[in-house]
């Protein structure tokens, strides 16, 4: 219930472009300026206090539809959760891949990580945040893993100040691509 | 609180001799590869940084190179402790996907594992915990009853830790004989050694100072660091996903979701000795519930056949032959499926594009959270009440990296 209100409310905002129904889930499409108004927008108004999950889904240059991205997007995901309810909401902006986005650490101190980890393995960015840094790779890591275009390695273990030129997989089949990262 | 904040203040500003001190990630109460930079003013923690990363295995970028039914034996290592409940987010997000009903007594089965593996969690946790404050007899209480829960699962599936026992629509097998007299005889010895570990620590005066006031995680800041499970539960709020949001049939199920309001390390023990009791009268009440009848669905297009049709059937011939090199494909969309593991929200984003291998997979890690707010609550203790603070979150670093 509060989330159809919540929806219908948003949406009425101007925060969001498109609502998706999938299996009894909620989806709200927003463009990346308007995505942290709707976010604070719900937090503020239906109670939507606990930012469950932030995550990322990245998509090639055919994965989407090519008319309205061209050069493929990486769609940042937000997983709010009402409390009191239990009620959910998804919240998803398309960015550019490597493009920026407002940080919203200010709303939820514990986003901290979770948008390092996205920076870490899609190499989004996000402004206002106190400490963008790699979290689960190394530091002197190159590239993105978790982006698409990423090959699989037959590397073995990474050690710091050790990086070498990684060498597409022959075994794992995958997006073979010898562009450098 | 103000008083250690003033401490800290002071220390900080009088710029005395500040340690920097590495805590891990090698080391043994660090429950893994976690890493803690401490600064120390003497004995005092002045700030407390986690820093994780050393057991990054890329099993979510695995995930996307494999058909849908090799993720299991990759998630099972996620969190290795509970390796079940990540079967389970598995199965249920691309059941739910592919509009699956499974088989009643799967569901059961699903359930009386799952409950398994969340009492033997608890009583891993309980043993180390009580370890790194040199109890080491009850450590050995726990691991003796851990090992039952383990032979139970070598009997079922044929491993011990990790049982992948589960499948798309089912499970792999259906139970072994032993495992109905098996499963009562240690629901029967378990209450016995509950009681003995109940009596050995919970009024204990070296417990009760050491966990007290240690590491308090409220209400209010668990909801801004986003902890679920115990930890949630130990500030107080009866937030459990067995209730709010039941699967396999949870909701048929009558157990209470134990709660305690002071959020600090003692209040999590309690909590968690609390929910071993739980989990015995769910497998108690599962136990009854249980009738014959198949344990996956009979769907070609979504299982494989059983072996002996192969010998008769070219057409089950056909149907393994396509299900073991292409899989299945699901349709294309997104799902989110939580599952309470031993140690919160454990939630399953899946992407699927249509094909037959998932676009992405993202696990919602409970310990990664919980690891994350490690920061906050361990300001002002005592370098020997960090172990403490650590112990109390339960992390599983396979699950924090990932």
């Not at chain 1, 409390?83 to 550019?96: C, E, F, K, L, Q």
């Not at chain 2, 340690?19 to 976690?34: C, I």
């Amino acid at each position: 219930m509060n989330t159809q209100n919540a929806t219908k409310e948003a949406v009425d905002k101007g925060y969001v472009s498109e609502v998706v129904e999938f299996l009894d889930e909620t989806t709200l499409v927003c463009i990346t300026e308007n995505v942290k108004h709707a976010l604070e927008f719900l937090k503020k108004n239906f109670g939507f206090k606990v930012l469950m999950d932030l995550t990322a889904v990245d998509y090639l240059k055919n994965d989407l539809d090519p008319k309205v991205f061209p050069e493929g997007a990486t769609k940042v995901v937000y997983l709010l959760h009402n409390p009191s309810d239990m009620s959910r909401i998804r919240v998803v902006t398309y960015a550019d891949r490597g493009g920026k986005l407002f940080s919203v650490v200010d709303l939820w101190p514990g986003a901290n990580w979770y948008e390092r980890e996205v920076y870490d393995l899609y190499g989004i960015h996000f402004q206002n945040h106190p400490n963008l840094t790699r979290i689960l790779m190394p530091d002197d890591w190159q590239g993105h893993p978790l982006r698409r275009d990423y090959c699989l390695t037959e590397e073995s273990v990474e050690f710091k100040n050790g990086v070498f030129p990684k060498v597409p997989s022959e075994i794992i089949p995958y997006v073979k691509d010898k562009r450098s990262y | 609180m103000s008083k250690t904040s003033d401490l800290i203040n002071t220390s900080l500003r009088e710029d005395k001799d500040i340690m920097e001190l590495h805590l891990g990630p090698q080391h043994p109460s660090t429950h893994g590869v976690l890493c803690i930079k401490l600064k120390l003013d003497g004995e005092l923690v002045l700030d407390a940084e986690p820093v994780i990363g050393y057991l990054h295995t890329g099993i979510e970028k695995e995930c996307e190179t494999r058909t849908y039914h090799q993720v299991f034996t990759l998630v099972d290592r996620l969190d290795y402790l509970s390796g079940p409940a990540e079967e389970q987010g598995w199965a249920a997000a691309v059941e739910k996907l592919m509009d699956i009903k499974i088989p009643e007594r799967a569901e059961v089965i699903r359930l009386i594992m799952l409950e398994l593996a969340r009492l033997g969690s608890h009583l891993l946790w309980l043993g180390t915990s009580a370890l790194e404050l040199n109890m080491s007899s009850i450590y050995m209480y726990c691991f003796a009853e851990r090992e039952k829960i383990l032979d139970i699962f070598e009997g079922v599936s044929g491993a011990r830790m990790f049982p992948t026992y589960w499948r798309i629509g089912g499970l792999s097998r259906d139970l072994n004989d032993e495992f109905i007299p098996q499963t009562k005889d240690f629901l029967k010895n378990f209450p016995s050694i509950w009681k003995d570990l109940n009596n050995l620590l919970t009024h204990n005066y070296v417990w009760c100072e050491r966990l007290k006031g240690i590491g308090v995680i409220d209400e209010k800041m668990c909801y801004e660091y986003m902890c679920t499970g115990p930890i949630l539960r130990g500030a107080g709020v009866p937030y459990d996903i067995r209730k709010a949001y039941p699967y396999l049939g949870y909701e048929n199920y009558s157990f209470n979701v134990p709660t305690h309001p002071d959020g600090d390390a003692y209040a999590r023990y309690l909590v968690r000795l609390e929910e071993m009791n739980e989990s015995v009268s769910l497998i108690y009440q599962a136990l009854d519930k249980l009738k014959p009848g198949p344990v996956i669905v009979n769907d070609r297009k979504v299982t494989m056949p059983p072996r002996a049709e192969l010998a008769v059937s070219m057409e089950a011939v056909i149907h393994q032959f396509k299900f073991v090199s292409e899989g299945i494909s699901p349709i294309p969309g997104e799902v989110y499926i939580p599952v309470e593991s031993a140690r919160g929200e454990l939630g399953y984003y899946v992407v699927s594009n249509g094909s037959n291998k998932p676009h992405r997979v993202r696990v919602r890690s409970p310990s990664f959270a919980s690891v994350q707010v490690l920061k906050e609550c361990m300001r002002g203790l005592l370098l020997s009440d960090v172990v403490v603070a650590i112990a109390s979150v339960d992390p599983i670093l396979g699950d924090v990296d990932r």
